[in-house]
């Protein structure tokens, strides 16, 4: 261990989230709907020394593993990120994520006239009309946004 490098302990079961770009951490917890209220250990280094990304944020959750479909959406904000899901101390599963095919309710319709700004009943929801570059259209109101959008627009964000 060199001297002045940043120790967070190792955990013995839960999820890591790896390589997240520097400074999206709290996104991806919002995007897990992470917030006061959660009573797991959670564990986060923002601008970590990364020899591949320069900086990067790492995010640890004990005692909870991600559902696939958590993770999907985690590749909105954090595409390279890596999930590894720990049991027992070892890594016991690498998760690759990939771009989900729509996404509800995290991100806020950018149109103030969209229905899902206007009937607390109607969440939103996106179709992912093309993965790389990201593109979302609003199942509503067909207003398509970018990834940059899509994190202005993120309802927990
Ligand atoms: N980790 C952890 N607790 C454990 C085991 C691993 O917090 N009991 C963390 C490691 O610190 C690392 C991540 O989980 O941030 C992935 O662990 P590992 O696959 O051992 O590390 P690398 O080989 O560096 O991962 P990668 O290939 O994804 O860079
Ligand atoms: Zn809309």
């Known amino acids: 261990m060199k001297k002045g490098e940043l120790i967070v302990s190792k955990i013995m079961n839960g999820t890591v989230i790896d390589h997240i770009p520097a400074g999206r951490a709290t996104v991806v917890l919002g995007i897990l709907g992470i917030d006061h209220t959660i009573k797991n250990r959670i564990s986060m280094v923002i601008n970590a020394e990364s020899k591949s990304m320069g900086k990067k944020d790492i995010v640890k959750i004990e005692n909870r593993e ?81 990834d940059r959008d899509a994190l202005n627009a993120l309802a927990c964000g």
């Open 66 to 146: 991600l559902k696939s479909e958590e993770a999907d959406m985690i590749a909105l904000v954090a595409p390279e990120a890596t999930i590894n899901i720990i049991r027992n101390y070892e890594v016991a599963k690498k998760m690759k994520i990939k771009v989900p095919e729509s996404i509800a309710r995290i991100i806020k319709c950018p149109n103030p006239l969209c229905i899902t700004n206007n009937d607390v009943e109607a969440a939103s929801r996106f179709a992912v009309i093309s993965k790389n570059p990201i593109i979302l259209k609003c199942e509503y109101c067909g207003t398509e946004i970018d």
